[in-house]
């Protein structure tokens, strides 16, 4: 709780880039998850790695929480001000620094979004892969380690952050990494911050990997008389090597709801959205393969798209999907688990996911980025009925308990936040959070870096 004294103390050092207005506190106490707000006692504006030292210090001296903020589009409450205190919001450290084609990387503040990096590099011929979907600022992403559509071929946020600066208590400015393809300097603290929720430091400026754009690509959409066939395809086409770009999962309720979002006239079936990158020979020869194969299981309804419009409109509505569903379904809230398990278990894991969810009787839809064995369910609820959530839950946690049973992860690219605290012990062993604890103790000795998240009280 920030108290009028402490409140003094922040006003002295950012004047009017700190607001406690309601609105402002309001619009940082929510992101997309089904969690109500919780609002931070005031919102502070970085406009630089000064102003970030100056919050870190101060809140480390007064005991105040602080909560990095970016576009708020994270999905398991890892923005919200549980205990109150200061939301530093970091969108308008949002210059690209640096650009080194020769090297394919690039250096940006964390308010960078990933369409403004594209934007920029679109002229260059590169582009930066990690697309969770949103147009989330960097700096989000590297907190919560996203991936996306792309990560079959191109990886998470873990594999492409090259180096990093953040503030960590008490106050100091740490650098970790350089611009150099691999290192065996020491540990790997760079690692370490990436995927730490904001609950270790505050990410100030990243150097990322960025690819040439290829040199040709298509996308393409097949139909599949169940899921389960969508998936064995996909399982197939990883086992064969293929080296897809893109490879994505849309059941039938998902395709229905982008269907009268985006005026597509996709057969309401389930679907996998694919797309090839390469040579226009590989290309074609990739398209063959998945033909074959798709064809074998069932696969129907191919439909390619070779014009960047075409490929565009398909990929945005794969990205609306979440938000077209719950369009579909007015005033509901939507309880979004992912997990990711080895390719190999993927259909036992997807097959019993729906056939618990349709056995509930709640309105769900499943999409997933198939090709890394990743996916999501959702469950729409109405947040004003208890017995729905409690159901939406159960169906979480089940659909959990199973990916840890197969050797796979409580959460493929969502983070822990506040939604997986439990299942992190039951992931990782006692051992290892005995190990995560001592290093959050160790560089957040007041914990006041994002109290409440990735442990469990």
């Not at 997933?368 to 979480?396: C, K, M, W």
Request: proline share 6%.
């Amino acid at each position: 709780m920030l108290t009028p004294d402490k409140l003094t103390a922040l006003h002295a050092l950012f004047g009017d880039r700190l607001s406690t207005q309601a609105h402002a506190c309001e619009a940082h106490g929510r992101d997309e998850s089904f969690y109500p707000p919780a609002p931070p006692d005031a919102v502070l504006m970085a406009e630089s790695e000064q102003d970030v030292l100056g919050a870190v210090a101060c809140c480390h001296a007064e005991r105040i929480p602080l909560i990095p903020f970016g576009a708020g589009t994270s999905l398991e409450g890892q923005v919200l001000a549980v205990q109150g205190g200061l939301s530093l919001d970091l969108t308008r450290m949002n210059a690209i620094l640096r650009v080194d084609a020769a090297d394919l990387t690039v250096t940006v503040q964390p308010g960078v979004t990933r369409e403004q990096l594209n934007a920029a590099l679109r002229d260059q011929g590169l582009f930066f892969p990690i697309d969770p979907g949103a147009n989330a600022t960097l700096g989000g992403m590297a907190s919560t380690r996203a991936s996306g559509t792309n990560a079959v071929r191109y990886g998470t946020l873990r594999e492409n952050v090259l180096a990093l600066r953040a503030v960590l208590p008490p106050g100091q400015v740490v650098r970790a990494g350089s611009r150099a393809k691999k290192s065996s300097a020491g540990y790997d603290l760079a690692r370490l911050l990436v995927g730490s929720e904001g609950t270790l430091g505050v990410i100030t400026e990243l150097t990322l990997k960025v690819h040439p754009l290829p040199e040709h690509v298509a996308a393409a959409t097949v139909t599949f008389p169940t899921v389960n066939a969508a998936v064995q395809t996909t399982i197939a086409l990883i086992q064969c090597g293929v080296p897809i770009a893109r490879c994505e999962l849309l059941d039938a309720h998902a395709i229905r709801a982008v269907n009268a979002h985006d005026h597509l006239d996709l057969p309401e079936a389930p679907l996998l959205l694919l797309e090839f990158h390469g040579s226009p020979l590989a290309v074609q020869e990739q398209i063959r393969t998945v033909q074959e194969l798709a064809t074998e299981l069932g696969g129907t309804a191919f439909q390619w798209a070779e014009t960047p419009e075409a490929r565009t409109r398909l990929w945005r509505a794969r990205h609306h999907a979440y938000w077209s569903v719950l369009q579909q379904h007015p005033g509901c809230r939507c309880l979004t688990t992912d997990v990711c398990v080895p390719i190999s278990h993927l259909a036992d894991c997807v097959n019993t996911a729906l056939q618990e969810a349709e056995a509930a009787g709640l309105p769900y839809f499943l999409v997933g980025h198939v090709g890394d064995g990743n996916f999501h369910v959702g469950y729409l609820i109405d947040p004003q009925r208890a017995e729905q959530l409690a159901t939406a839950e159960a169906l979480s946690h089940r659909l959990v308990q199973h990916a840890l049973r197969l050797e796979g992860t409580c959460t493929g690219e969502h983070g822990i936040g506040l939604h997986k605290q439990a299942y992190l012990l039951e992931e990782a062993g006692e051992a290892a959070v005995a190990t995560m604890r001592a290093i959050k103790a160790a560089l957040d000795p007041h914990g006041v870096m994002n109290p409440g998240k990735v442990f469990a009280a």
